[in-house]
């Protein structure tokens, strides 16, 4: 075998993931990402921009802190955490430490996560990340617009219905008026009844309770590989 050895960088910040935090410390110790946001969430919303990295350079990189920068036509948030040194091989995780409520309308909000020390990074292509949400008239949803899973009855519950869902805080009073679900296009999903329902978490009884739910829908041929609305009366 050939090996080929190359001389590593003394610093050298690697991002390895990031974050648009809503909540925190509310339902959940770390918050919950939030993509695509109601407007009638704005006013009980604070976003925590974080990302983690990892060291990958040979030495201490010293006053490493996060950059997070909102853009939307315009820089309309600029946000740093605290400093960290960060010693070779080892990873932090860190935070915006001034929160960010949407404030310039509807629309798209682009997103970039960067890290920055008390030395120039010698080694640039690993450094940032992109991202958006938008903030919209009625749609509230953790998703970035994309399916990447999906999940089917198991066997030992073949002809019985299974509950599935999602976790969200609610952070300022709103109406609910549907349910936006993605279904797989698996041919047997067709004339599948399906329904939405709502659930709200009881601290007293450590325990989710029952609140409204949707009509039944019997999946179409047309729904397959496709985005249903379920409607709340």
């Not at 989710?208 to 047309?222: A, S």
């Amino acid at each position: 075998d050939n090996i080929r050895i190359v001389e590593g960088h003394p610093i050298d910040s690697d991002i390895q993931a990031s974050y648009i935090r809503s909540g925190i410390g509310t339902s959940f110790e770390f918050g919950l990402d939030y993509y695509t946001i109601a407007q009638s969430q704005v006013p009980g919303l604070d976003i925590t921009f974080a990302a983690k990295t990892i060291n990958q350079g040979g030495s201490t990189f010293e006053g490493l802190h996060l950059v997070a920068e909102v853009d939307k036509g315009g820089v309309v948030y600029t946000g740093t955490s605290t400093d960290v040194d960060l010693a070779p091989g080892a990873e932090d995780s860190l935070g915006t430490t001034d929160a960010y409520t949407p404030d310039a309308g509807l629309g798209t909000y682009n997103v970039s996560w960067s890290f920055e020390g008390d030395e120039v990074d010698p080694y640039s292509p690993n450094d940032a990340m992109t991202s958006s949400f938008r903030l919209t008239e009625y749609h509230y949803g953790r998703d970035n617009g994309v399916a990447n899973g999906s999940v089917s009855n198991v066997g030992d519950n073949a002809g019985n219905p299974l509950s599935i869902g999602n976790v969200m805080d609610i952070f300022a009073d709103a109406t609910i008026y549907s349910i936006d679900v993605d279904i797989t296009d698996a041919a047997d999903n067709e004339g599948a009844p399906i329904y939405g329902q709502i659930m709200i978490y009881n601290d007293d009884a450590g325990d989710y309770e029952y609140i409204d739910q949707t009509n039944d829908y019997d999946i179409t041929n047309d729904d397959l590989g496709g985005t249903i609305k379920l409607y709340f009366e």
